[in-house]
């Protein structure tokens, strides 16, 4: 399974967001979170909770609120076609 998050709100709101999670005395990973999908319109889940140190939590909290939308795509391996790229 591969996901992606990218913003569930205009980017206004998502401005707006941002600001009161400044604020905020524990709003750290939730800021940093938003201004990364503010950069960039999509991110890999690996990437954020990898390098970005934000935690799965966090990430279910702001899908939860409708901040966020995390996009998730199945990849099936087809182990037949590894067989035959061998010879």
């Given at each position: 399974e591969?996901?992606?998050?990218?913003?569930?709100?205009?980017?206004?709101?998502?401005?707006?967001?941002?600001?009161?999670?400044?604020?905020?005395?524990?709003?750290?990973?939730?800021?940093k979170l938003?201004?990364?999908?503010l950069k960039?319109?999509?991110?890999?889940?690996?990437?954020?909770t990898?390098?970005?140190m934000?935690s799965s939590?966090?990430i279910?909290?702001?899908?939860?609120?409708?901040?966020?939308?995390v996009?998730?795509?199945?990849?099936?391996?087809?182990?037949?076609?590894?067989?035959?790229?061998?010879?």
């Open positions: 591969h996901k992606t998050v990218r913003l569930g709100v205009e980017r206004q709101e998502a401005i707006a967001v941002l600001g009161d999670c400044l604020r905020k005395k524990n709003g750290g990973a939730r800021a938003i201004q990364e999908l960039e319109e999509t991110l890999p889940y690996e990437l954020i990898g390098k970005l934000v939590a966090v279910k909290g702001l899908e939860k609120n409708g901040i966020i939308i996009e998730r795509v199945q990849g099936y391996r087809n182990p037949v076609k590894k067989i035959g790229e061998r010879q």
